[in-house]
């Protein structure tokens, strides 16, 4: 018996076919022994499939493309052919069977979608004189910056009367405003008519952190649901150590941005932060809520220290005393205040001495400063003190006059609009005018004036500084707070013991 065996390639394959052919022939069925050689030299010298992007019109490209030609009628001679489906006899449809399915089809979409029906209306359908509403709509809205619930309710389409009503009920519980982004949940119910607005059903909001309003309709009445809710004040500590850069290692722990920024303010003003270093220690302390619904708002700072590896320590502690609320060192001391440098936000156009008036025309003592300043810009209070004189005065128009401590007094003339009265009490930074040109004035401009003892000085010439000492009782009580800020456990809540020191302030 014979065996075929393979060679391992289509043109090996064709040359052993023939090798066999002449074999049988001649009644010899051994190979010879360099049948390999022949089989190598007949493939080099056929090429049954040259490239035919190459020797273009060649009998080798005439042979390739003989071959493709053989092999795609072949394809085509296998090929089952493209006859239709046969069908069920009589399977077509009626117009109004097309009509009631047509919607469903793909024709249609190329027809430009002239159908928009689930299913092809009939004789049956007849048209409605009014669609019918839904019972209630529900919707979701939100407290914008600078919004209201009024406007955000006027907004979602609630009516002005039910807005009205709606902030007579929960006037008094909303009467610091409602936190922008606040959501509400609000239901419209059946209206009477189509010319008249929807009545509200239902209205559900977070008033505030410990707070949450739920109004509802009850036999055509709106009433209110006050829902409290439990909320720990325990102020949150965080401490660790400064690495690179002193923001982002208190962020690493977890001291919130609004924090962070406070308590770097608070430390500048003590030390050059450039000067700290890797090493130095942060302990933060902040107001922090935590509602048991897992809301948190985060206040003010509280206490903001820095344990330096080298140099002095800061500890700064917020306290209030007489009204004042600033930020006081461990031993007592608090913020230094000093006069301004300027009270607008302006050049100085004209110097304190002798010169010739702008109006009069004849040389005089110009007691103060000039700052040029536009029209409107707001004038500070330079240092804390009480307002003496609030109105018209003469060639200095619009004037303010302010007596601080040290038995100095400051001036402010030529004001558009006063915006303080005789007898207020006020801060460094405080707006106590705008800037005008009344009186004896030739453009808008703040006419600044500097008194001791009642006599005009140079106010380029004076720079002081006030400073505030707690003592007694208050000092007594600014320590112990101290310390029970510094007694707390590190990112943990821990309720203040109860020792008659108010957490919020004195």
């Known amino acids: 018996m014979f065996q075929e065996t393979s060679f391992g390639s289509q043109q090996g394959g064709a040359s ?24 190598r030299d007949w493939a080099d010298a056929v090429d049954l499939v ?24 072949t394809a085509l001679y296998l090929s089952p052919g ?8 009589g399977a077509t449809m009626g117009d109004a069977q097309y009509d009631e399915v047509r919607s469903q089809m793909i024709t249609p979409l190329a027809l430009g979608a002239d159908s928009g029906h689930r299913m092809g209306s009939t004789d049956a359908v007849q048209p409605l004189r009014q669609t019918p509403e839904r019972p209630q709509i529900e919707l979701n809205a939100q407290i914008g910056s600078s919004d ?89 500590r965080i401490q660790g150590v400064v690495g690179d850069s002193i923001y982002r290692s208190a962020r690493a722990a977890g001291a919130p941005p609004k924090a962070v920024q406070a308590f770097l303010r608070v430390i500048a003003a003590q030390v050059d932060l450039g000067g700290i270093g890797a090493g130095d220690r942060y302990d933060i302390v902040t107001e922090y809520h935590r509602a048991e619904t897992g809301d948190v708002e985060v206040g003010d700072l509280l206490y903001a220290g ?40 302006g050049r100085m156009s004209s110097g304190f001495g002798m010169r010739r008036h702008p109006i009069l025309g004849y040389t005089r003592m110009h007691a103060g400063i000039d700052f040029a300043a ?39 003339a030529h004001m558009s609009r006063i915006a303080a009265y005789s007898g207020q009490r006020v801060r460094r930074g405080q707006v106590i005018g705008y800037v005008g040109s009344t009186g ?19 106010p380029l010439s004076v720079t002081f500084t006030t400073t505030s000492q707690l003592a007694g009782r208050d000092l007594a ?28 302030g004195k």
């Open 306 to 345: 820095l344990h330096r590896a080298r140099g002095k320590s800061i500890d700064m502690l917020k306290w209030t005393t007489d009204g004042r609320t600033e930020w006081y060192e461990a031993s007592g001391v608090g913020e230094r205040r000093g006069v301004l440098s300027q009270p607008v936000a």
């Open 82 to 89: 493209f006859h239709p489906v046969p069908g069920a006899p």
């Open 148 to 236: 209201t619930l009024a406007r955000a309710l006027s907004r979602a389409g609630v009516s002005s009367s039910d807005v009205a009503t709606i902030g007579a009920l929960v006037g008094g519980d909303i009467s610091s405003g409602v936190k922008p982004g606040t959501r509400l949940d609000i239901v419209l119910g059946r209206r009477a008519s189509r010319d008249r607005p929807r009545p509200l059903d239902r209205l559900a909001f977070r008033a505030r952190l410990d707070l949450a309003l739920e109004l509802s309709r009850a036999g055509g009445v709106l009433s209110v649901k006050r829902v409290p809710i439990r909320v720990d004040n325990t102020p949150l």
């Open 477 to 504: 009580a600014f320590r112990a707070r101290l310390a029970q800020y510094k007694g707390l456990r590190v990112g943990q809540s821990e309720r203040f013991a109860q020792s008659g020191v108010v957490l919020s």
């Open 16 to 39: 052993v076919s023939l090798w066999l052919a002449d074999s049988m022939a001649r009644g010899v069925v051994t190979p010879p022994q360099d049948w390999r050689s022949r089989l």
């Open 374 to 412: 536009r029209y409107g810009s707001p004038i500070y209070a330079v240092t804390d003190g009480v307002i003496t004189f609030a109105g018209r005065h003469g060639g200095h128009g619009n004037y303010v006059r302010i007596q601080h401590g040290g038995n100095l007094a400051t001036g402010y």
């Open 50 to 73: 040259p490239d035919l992007g190459q020797r273009v019109g060649s009998r080798t490209w005439f042979r390739g493309l003989a071959t493709c030609f053989g092999l795609c009628a």
């Open 440 to 458: 004896l004035s030739t453009g808008p401009h703040l006419h600044y004036e500097l008194y001791r003892g009642g006599q005009t000085i140079n």
